[in-house]
């Protein structure tokens, strides 16, 4: 029998009102593992109303309370890791230690989030005015949203959650459809770490659980993470109704390669960033450009590293690269493929077609290296979240960075060289909001904060890190007098100044 994958509301797994179901697959057999139920707009109701009641005493709670809870979690996240990251293999595909890796770096944020007696730290001023004090500190929202993307189902909604949860908001995280197990792993785990019924909660849904948030008037904030049109429509739609929103949306990652760069080093680490979870990380290196006689240096190394990945189950501990999420994901990057050598590049790797012997029916692309693809491309002007490297041509340095510029979106990018003049003019001039120097995929850690550019991100505020702690809280400004008996009171009809 299929399983049924349910809803978490007010501390427990329910079905809720929802009767449609979407099909939950196992990339690497093809197979339907599960039925998700999806919430109607008064689950999502439902669960907004938990969080809010909830969200009277979790404000109140002291930090020590507070903390005490988020080491508890992390604890549990360390003792259960192997069993999330399975969750994740057999759901999204991507191999086990890469699964374990995106849980190390969600339990990252956690333990960022452990510190928050230091992060919320108020500021205080003695005596701005005579016998007057000043201070300033943050209170927590109220009901925070999240809406995230299949690629992480850990690590994004971790990067969200501990921090809200930390600041003394309440939580309704709506996670992907594709794969939407470890959600309520980490819902069971909140909950054994004693997170009072009601703080976290989990609506699984589509479109209509997204939007009962996104209009809900009891949601102050919501966090979304996918690609750009919906990230686009979720900040409009949200900010329309009032709400402070971050929006983290689709992207196109260039890599420059300049001609004194080590070729076999770059060549190893652009095949990691652009085949590591098939492709489909946000900064994920999709594009290469060769400056000047790189090319002709680099594209040996890259061919042949490209051509040793192993493909295979993610649940096959010799497997490099698993397969993509879904059939309609595999024939979208295929027909991509497909039109890059239409359009003229040159396919130099082929991963279309490939079949893993004993997974026939499995989600599979190989990887993929086209050469000579220029900008007006389809495979250029499309995010293809597919193992494909792209690789095209500059003659200048300016020339590669203005090429960057010229792409509507901005969330990661690198440069391989061993040039510091040249790292710090691309570091400069690169309109990008995460960057690398000889380091492909450019991943901020936890105590910093994570966020592109232009079209990959709507909204001011980054995730996690200082910029995580501002979006989740607002700042209050205290200006206090004690008067003595013997003092004048010194009221006037005028602005107040400082005396
Ligand atoms: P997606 O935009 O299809 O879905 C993201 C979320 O939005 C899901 O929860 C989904 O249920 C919901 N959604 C989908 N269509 C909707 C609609 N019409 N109305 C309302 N809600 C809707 O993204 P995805 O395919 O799950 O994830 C891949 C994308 O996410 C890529 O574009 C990738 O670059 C991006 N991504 C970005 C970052 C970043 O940090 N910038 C990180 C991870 C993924």
């Given at each position: 029998?299929?399983?049924?994958?349910q809803?978490?509301i007010?501390?427990?797994?329910?079905?809720?009102?929802?009767?449609r179901t979407?099909?939950?697959w196992?990339?690497?057999t093809?197979q339907q593992?599960a039925?998700?139920?999806?919430?109607e707009a008064s689950?999502?109701?439902?669960?907004?109303?938990?969080a809010?009641?909830?969200f009277e005493?979790?404000?109140?709670s002291?930090f020590s309370?507070?903390?005490?809870v988020?080491?508890?979690?992390?604890?549990l996240?360390?003792?259960?890791?192997?069993?999330?990251?399975?969750a994740?293999?057999?759901?999204?595909?991507?191999v086990?230690?890469?699964?374990?890796g995106?849980?190390q770096?969600?339990?990252?944020v956690?333990?960022?989030?452990?510190?928050?007696?230091?992060l919320?730290?108020?500021e205080y001023?003695d005596?701005?005015?005579?016998?007057?004090?000043?201070?300033?500190?943050?209170?927590?929202?109220?009901?925070?949203?999240?809406?995230?993307?299949f690629?992480?189902?850990?690590?994004?909604?971790?990067w969200?959650?501990p921090?809200?949860?930390?600041?003394?908001?309440?939580f309704?995280?709506?996670?992907?459809e594709r794969?939407p197990s470890?959600?309520?792993l980490?819902a069971?785990m909140w909950?054994d770490?004693?997170l009072?019924?009601?703080?976290?909660n989990?609506?699984?849904?589509?479109?209509?659980?997204v939007d009962?948030l996104?209009?809900?008037p009891?949601?102050?904030?919501?966090?979304?993470v996918?690609?750009?049109?919906?990230?686009?429509?979720?900040?409009?739609?949200a900010?329309?109704?009032?709400?402070?929103?971050?929006?983290?949306?689709?992207a196109?990652?260039?890599?420059?390669?300049l001609?004194?760069a080590?070729?076999?080093?770059a060549?190893?680490?652009?095949?990691a960033a652009?085949?590591?979870s098939?492709?489909e990380?946000?900064?994920?290196?999709?594009?290469?450009?060769?400056?000047g006689?790189a090319a002709e240096?680099?594209?040996?190394?890259?061919?042949?590293?490209?051509?040793?990945?192993k493909?295979?189950?993610?649940?096959?501990?010799?497997?490099?690269?698993?397969?993509?999420?879904?059939?309609?994901?595999r024939?979208r990057?295929?027909?991509?493929?497909?039109?890059?050598?239409?359009q003229g590049?040159?396919?130099?790797?082929?991963g279309?077609?490939?079949?893993?012997?004993?997974?026939?029916?499995?989600?599979?692309?190989?990887?993929?290296v086209?050469?000579?693809?220029?900008?007006?491309?389809?495979?250029?002007?499309n995010?293809?979240f597919g193992?494909?490297?792209?690789?095209l041509?500059?003659?200048?340095v300016?020339?590669?960075i203005?090429?960057?510029?010229?792409?509507p979106?901005?969330?990661?990018?690198?440069?391989?060289?061993n040039s510091?003049?040249a790292?710090?003019?691309?570091?400069?001039?690169?309109?990008v909001?995460?960057?690398?120097?000889?380091?492909?995929?450019?991943?901020?850690?936890?105590?910093?904060?994570f966020?592109?550019?232009?079209?990959?991100?709507?909204?001011?505020?980054?995730?996690?890190?200082?910029?995580?702690?501002?979006?989740?809280t607002?700042g209050?400004?205290?200006?206090?007098?004690?008067?003595?008996?013997d003092?004048?009171?010194?009221?006037?009809?005028?602005?107040?100044s400082?005396?």
């Amino acid at each position: 029998m299929t399983a049924t994958i349910q809803h978490w509301i007010g501390g427990a797994a329910t079905a809720g009102a929802s009767t449609r179901t979407s099909p939950v697959w196992n990339p690497a057999t093809g197979q339907q593992q599960a039925d998700l139920l999806l919430a109607e707009a008064s689950d999502v109701d439902a669960a907004v109303q938990a969080a809010s009641t909830a969200f009277e005493s979790w404000s109140q709670s002291s930090f020590s309370a507070r903390t005490k809870v988020l080491f508890a979690f992390r604890e549990l996240m360390n003792r259960r890791a192997g069993e999330l990251a399975q969750a994740i293999t057999d759901e999204h595909g991507k191999v086990l230690s890469d699964a374990a890796g995106e849980v190390q770096r969600g339990i990252e944020v956690i333990e960022f989030a452990c510190g928050i007696p230091q992060l919320l730290k108020g500021e205080y001023s003695d005596q701005v005015s005579t016998d007057v004090d000043s201070y300033t500190f943050r209170q927590p929202l109220g009901v925070c949203a999240g809406i995230t993307p299949f690629n992480f189902p850990a690590m994004v909604p971790m990067w969200m959650f501990p921090v809200a949860i930390a600041c003394g908001n309440t939580f309704v995280l709506k996670p992907s459809e594709r794969d939407p197990s470890t959600s309520l792993l980490m819902a069971e785990m909140w909950a054994d770490a004693g997170l009072p019924d009601g703080v976290f909660n989990v609506v699984q849904g589509d479109k209509v659980a997204v939007d009962a948030l996104l209009d809900h008037p009891d949601v102050a904030a919501v966090s979304f993470v996918g690609s750009t049109p919906i990230a686009k429509y979720v900040h409009e739609r949200a900010t329309a109704n009032g709400k402070r929103v971050q929006a983290l949306g689709g992207a196109k990652n260039h890599a420059i390669v300049l001609p004194d760069a080590d070729m076999d080093f770059a060549a190893q680490h652009l095949a990691a960033a652009a085949f590591g979870s098939a492709g489909e990380r946000c900064m994920a290196i999709s594009a290469a450009v060769t400056v000047g006689s790189a090319a002709e240096q680099l594209m040996q190394h890259v061919e042949r590293e490209a051509r040793a990945v192993k493909v295979g189950p993610g649940r096959d501990p010799s497997s490099q690269m698993g397969p993509i999420v879904t059939r309609e994901s595999r024939d979208r990057i295929v027909g991509l493929i497909d039109a890059g050598e239409q359009q003229g590049a040159d396919v130099l790797v082929d991963g279309r077609g490939l079949v893993v012997s004993g997974h026939e029916d499995g989600f599979f692309v190989g990887p993929t290296v086209i050469d000579r693809v220029t900008t007006d491309m389809d495979c250029y002007t499309n995010e293809i979240f597919g193992p494909v490297l792209s690789v095209l041509r500059a003659d200048t340095v300016e020339g590669a960075i203005d090429l960057i510029n010229a792409n509507p979106y901005g969330n990661g990018t690198a440069v391989f060289t061993n040039s510091g003049g040249a790292a710090r003019a691309f570091v400069r001039g690169v309109k990008v909001g995460m960057v690398g120097v000889n380091v492909p995929v450019p991943v901020p850690m936890a105590y910093h904060s994570f966020g592109g550019w232009k079209d990959s991100l709507f909204g001011e505020h980054h995730v996690h890190g200082p910029d995580g702690i501002r979006f989740y809280t607002r700042g209050k400004a205290v200006t206090v007098r004690w008067p003595h008996s013997d003092t004048p009171s010194g009221a006037s009809l005028d602005f107040p100044s400082s005396q």
